[in-house]
């Protein structure tokens, strides 16, 4: 095996060339990714990233890392089989808001639920981009787009309220060109142990731009967006705003000055999932101020242990399966020449 | 009063009843009383769709059906000798599978007006002069139960419960059947719970008896044991013969065993049965659904595992596309198709081979894949690792059919010697300092398989066509054209690998060929022998792939002046045969939720000779 040491951006970067349109997140992301993966210390061969169909379906052939870019939606089961076969590997799933919350919703939620050792990385542009343009299951309602020509009349998914829906065990949003909090965020899921979902909000400069400039514009951004920090008082907008228990325990911004520093709410990652339930709700999209950051992470065994130990409790109390054993058990019955 | 004792060489015997009264176990238990004595058997369960309809009625009836015999036996008999009815409902529904002038076991204690009602008689069948011609026996089998039951102490529902039993001991008197394995299996299932196992005991104890003693019964029926090869036998279903065959193929391949699976009638046997063998390394995943399980068959495939995925035709749709993933990506992967009659939920719990041309067919796009068919329980052991030498060698998934049928239905196994099944060698690929080619092809046209973990290795793959060779993105039209060729070609070179098709024609000179594929083989061998007994000079051969066809098939086909091919289905292998060798083959097709009957087979060969 290589020296862990030796790893360098380059020895996660394949030889293909990346071909998204110019101007797409996308690349944002690839590059943080390919910068962050040798600080992980993990070698390529020991690394998997599965993608679907869409544009985020690509990534899997510019990481230089095992790699299967699987049909639409079905990433996650992909990555389940992987993971559960071999616990051993870093496995990722690259997928996008249509591709993990339509067509493959069902296998998100239960690679969520039963905490498969999978990083699950949700590029949400908030549009479908290969297929020229129609509305995403996170597109706003009114959105106008080819299929919606009148305005979408569909309620849009909250990514991160769904995975904790889903009993997900680290929950987080980060954004494409924030490339600090992106490579902190990938790296705390990269250290969980078990499903960690992050949605990473990014840019269609095509056929949905300008869709997150509130939060991705510098000057914009650092007033609405509200960093979460693991024990830290939730305040945001330069430290003039805060975000505190209102009436009918319902959380509301509110002004730092005239708030009473106590009802200020502390964020914390580990407690009931009530807290970040309530923060991934606290905005109705990426229009208003929202919540960036880990929102959830707590412990539980993850799917590959779990199999893996039942298989060794079954070893332990019924032996080695023998093959001679099995098919000579119970009633048989001989013939003689 | 002394018995007269007749022998026998056959004998179809049916127990039916609610679906609550127990009726597979009872077929289950007297089969394996029938196996432990030597006979040659076969076994045909026969249950509804509904868990519990409501009692009394046709829709509820669940039926056992067994032929044992002292020569070789083919089929569960297309027609039962003795019926074993429970109530007036179970005589309804499966009075048209008596031969004239059988047996006719009625719990009379059933027969009031009520279930007369709810089983849609009119009047008593028994009066009406509807049973004329049958021998009817007519026990008060709940009461004498329940009075034999009494001394334990149980309820009355719970001694109602054991009639059951009063009828497994009843008929294993009538044909000699050794009750002790019937007594040891009571302790072994309800040791734990003395007075239940009692009041069964008591049960069977009292039907064996009343066979005995009561001058109802005139004779018992002998049938003695039929001559077979030596060695260890044991009784078997299709469903645990392919659960094991996979789990054999895992043993002699070194590749753990990955079992994707989601909830399926008839398939779910198979999932049931490798959960419970996870001593050997078995990983069973009950998906979310049928398309994740066999998504996760593939990635666990990917990693270098022994991915399987099991399902009824519904499901098979379903993973359609995946199975096109497969196909393009070269993985090995097994896909088991227990079919069952079609289309949509057709009919959940009866059997059918309506999937033969969505296995050969149903995906978008060129996608050939290998099909391999089991034609008995037992057989479904040796296809499994057919199936896995064939994925493994050539990087290909392959589709298993079984059907409902054969999943349901047991017969005699002789069984393998473990040490003598031929080894699997996954040859992994290994890193040889040169650039890695992930869709280099090596003499069989198979591509490496490459798993995570491996180093310098790393490659990807993906639905998107690969290029020859280096396996990048590719989609240069002549590059296209020269894969679809590839892959069409690694499958058909397939048969290189595989047996000729076996004919079976004594004098050669064949006027017609009868040609099955899967669960008919018994059906046909029986009516092939038949028809050879009465004179015909005829001829039978019975193919296991049926992608890719042996390389005589073709010959096989061509060499008689008339083919005729059984089906449970429309014409399915017909379809393929005329296609592929222009031959008037001619289809014999019945889609009644049942297997084939051999007598219907023999007019179907009467008329393909002289019609």
């Known amino acids: ?337 | 009063m002394s018995k007269t004792v007749e022998e026998r060489e056959h004998v179809v015997v049916r127990f039916a009843g609610d679906s609550g009264d127990g009726m597979q176990l009872t077929g289950d238990r007297f089969t394996s009383a029938t196996a432990l004595l030597g006979n040659d058997l076969a076994t045909l369960p026969d249950f509804p769709a509904e868990i519990r309809a409501p009692a009394g009625t046709v829709h509820g009836v669940s039926a056992f059906q067994i032929q044992f015999a002292s020569t070789d036996v083919a089929t569960p008999g297309d027609h039962a000798d003795v019926l074993v009815a429970m109530n007036p409902a179970a005589l309804k529904a499966d009075l048209a599978t008596v031969v004239k002038g059988g047996n006719l076991i009625l719990n009379e204690d059933a027969f009031t007006s009520r279930n007369l009602e709810k089983a849609g008689y009119a009047s008593d069948p028994r009066s009406s002069g509807e049973l004329d011609g049958y021998q009817v026996y007519s026990v008060p089998m709940t009461s004498i139960t329940v009075r034999a039951v009494e001394p334990v102490g149980v309820s009355k529902k719970e001694a109602e419960r054991a009639k059951n039993m009063f009828a497994l001991g009843l008929v294993s008197w009538m044909y000699g059947r050794p009750t002790e394995p019937t007594l040891e299996w009571l302790e072994r299932k309800f040791g734990s719970k003395p007075e239940i196992h009692d009041a069964n005991v008591a049960a069977f104890h009292a039907g064996y008896n009343f066979g005995e003693t009561t001058e109802l019964f005139a004779h018992q029926v002998l049938v003695k044991a039929a001559p077979a090869e030596q060695g260890t036998y044991r009784n078997i279903a299709g469903a645990q013969a392919l659960a094991w065959g996979l789990i054999a193929a895992s043993k002699t391949s070194g590749l753990p065993l990955f079992y994707a699976s989601y909830p399926i009638t008839p398939a779910s046997d198979l999932l049931h049965e490798l959960s419970r063998h996870k001593n050997f390394g078995v990983v069973t995943v009950q998906a979310e659904d049928e398309i994740a399980a066999a998504n996760m068959a593939l990635g666990a495939a990917f990693a270098g595992q022994l991915g399987v995925t099991g399902t009824s035709g519904p499901g098979l749709d379903l993973k359609a596309e995946t199975i096109g993933l497969a196909v393009i990506t070269e993985l090995p992967m097994i896909v088991v198709d227990v079919q069952r009659a079609g289309p949509s939920t057709g009919l959940p719990t009866k059997t059918e081979q309506g999937d033969l041309l969505t296995a050969m067919f149903g995906r978008h796009g060129e996608s050939p894949i290998p099909i391999v068919a089991a034609s008995s329980p037992s057989d479904c052991f040796e296809v499994a690792l057919d199936a896995v030498r064939v994925a493994v060698r050539y990087r290909t998934p392959v589709i298993v059919l079984s059907d409902s049928f054969l999943q349901n239905s047991s017969e005699p196994w002789l069984l393998p010697d473990p040490a003598s099944l031929p080894a699997i060698d996954p040859a992994f690929a290994e890193a040889n300092g040169e650039p890695f080619l992930p869709y280099a092809r090596n003499a069989d046209g198979a591509r490496p398989w490459a798993i995570p973990g491996t180093p310098g290795l790393q490659h990807r793959i993906g639905g998107l066509e690969r290029e020859d060779g280096t396996g990048a993105i590719s989609y240069e039209p002549e590059n296209h054209e020269l894969m679809t060729h590839l892959r069409r070609a690694k499958v058909e070179g397939i048969a290189s690998s595989l047996p000729p098709l076996d004919v079976d024609d004594p004098d050669g000179d064949a006027e017609l060929l009868v040609l099955g594929w899967g669960s008919t083989a018994g059906t046909i061998r029986a009516a092939v022998q038949r028809a050879r007994a009465g004179g015909t000079k005829i001829a039978s051969a019975h193919l296991r792939w049926l992608n890719p066809m042996p390389s005589n098939a073709g010959d096989v086909v061509r060499r008689y002046p008339k083919v005729l091919i059984p089906e449970i289905n429309e014409g399915q292998l017909a379809m393929l045969i005329r296609a592929r060798f222009l031959v008037d083959a001619r289809s014999f097709s019945r889609v009644q939720g049942r297997p084939l009957w051999a007598d219907e087979l023999d007019e179907a060969i009467e008329e393909a000779l002289h019609g």
């Open chain 1, 1 to 337: 095996m290589a020296d862990t040491l030796s790893f360098t951006k380059k020895t996660f970067t394949s030889d293909q060339e990346p071909r998204w349109c110019p101007g797409c997140g996308d690349y944002a992301i690839l590059a943080a990714v390919q910068a962050f993966m040798p600080e992980l210390g993990i070698a390529p061969e020991n690394t998997v990233f599965v993608s679907g169909i869409g544009c985020s379906g690509r990534f899997t052939y510019y990481m230089d890392t095992y790699g299967f870019h699987g049909i639409h939606g079905r990433a996650p089961a992909i990555a389940t089989g992987i993971a559960t076969a071999k616990p051993d590997l870093d496995v990722w799933v690259v997928t996008g808001d249509g591709d993990a919350l339509s067509i493959g919703g069902n296998h998100l939620i239960h690679a969520l639920r039963r905490n498969v050792n999978l990083k699950i990385l949700l590029f949400n542009n908030q549009i479908y981009g290969l297929t020229k343009g129609q509305y995403s299951p996170t597109s706003e309602v009114g959105k106008v787009t080819k299929s919606t020509p009148f305005g979408s009349v569909d309620r849009p998914f909250d990514p991160v309220a769904l995975a904790l829906g889903a009993a997900a065990t680290f929950v987080a949003r980060t954004i494409d060109n924030d490339r600090k909090h992106l490579t902190e965020v990938l790296r705390q899921a990269a250290e969980h142990q078990g499903a960690a979902f992050v949605e990473i909000y990014q840019n269609c400069n095509v056929f949905n731009d300008g869709a997150f400039d509130l939060l991705r514009d510098k000057t914009q951004g650092a007033h609405n967006q509200i960093r979460l920090v693991h024990g830290e008082p939730i305040v945001f907008d330069e430290g003039t705003k805060c975000v505190r228990l209102g009436a009918n325990g319902r959380l509301e911004i509110a002004e730092v000055a005239g708030t009473d520093p106590d009802a200020i709410i502390t964020h914390d990652v580990h407690g009931p999932p009530s807290l970040a339930f309530t923060l991934a709700h606290l905005s109705q999209g990426p229009t208003e101020p929202t919540c960036m950051g880990v929102f959830r992470q707590v412990e539980r065994d993850t799917y590959g242990e779990a199999i893996q130990a039942q298989i060794g409790h079954a070893k332990e109390r019924l032996g080695e399966g023998d093959l001679r054993a099995l098919l000579y058990g119970g009633d048989t019955w001989d013939v003689e020449a």
